[in-house]
């Protein structure tokens, strides 16, 4: 009797803790994105060569991401042409675009292995803005990952 006592009480403790997550947690975060439109641009164009890249941005359900080719200035080389697609990628965006990356996070340095490792610095805003959160923080890291992946498979 008394263990069925524990695990009934136990089984509402876990549907109560489920049902606040669902209603203060996900719930929000689903309904505030907003879709993705691929005319949408990144920001202000620089001058000089282009490549067309394609860029991660948080798909409409929140929950995964979607890629969008953008126009990223050229860089010569690997290294400095992984500089300015982290560049873009974490550069503010216009609505309806909703960036996994805090505002305020720059590219601090970024360097190459000779095996193909890239090693990415962001400023203290990645953490110190970030909505917290395992799929958030997953997204974020993702974002920068199939960035240079994507775009610099070498």
């Known amino acids: 009797m ?13 549907l109560t803790g489920a049902l606040a997550w669902l209603l203060f947690g996900a719930l929000p975060r ?3 994105r907003t879709p993705i439109n ?6 202000p164009a620089a001058s000089g ?3 067309k890249a394609r860029l991660y941005y948080l798909s409409q359900d929140g929950t995964r991401l979607t890629g969008v080719e953008r126009d990223v200035p050229y ?23 909703v960036s996994t990356v805090p505002p305020g996070t720059t590219l601090r340095s970024l360097f190459l292995s000779n095996e193909g490792a890239a090693y ?6 990645v953490a110190t803005a970030h909505t917290g959160g395992t799929l958030d923080e997953l997204l974020t890291v993702y ?12």
């Open 2 to 14: 008394r263990r069925r006592r524990v695990l009934a009480v136990g089984g509402v403790a876990l």
């Open 75 to 97: 860089g010569e080389g690997a290294a400095d042409q992984a500089r300015e697609i982290v560049i873009a990628q974490v550069a503010p965006v216009v609505e309806p675009l």
């Open 120 to 125: 990415v610095d962001l400023s203290s805003n």
């Open 38 to 43: 691929s005319t949408a641009s990144v920001g």
């Open 30 to 32: 689903w309904y505030a």
């Open 49 to 51: 060569p282009k490549i």
């Open 143 to 154: 974002t920068i990952v199939n960035a240079l992946t994507t775009n610099l498979p070498a």
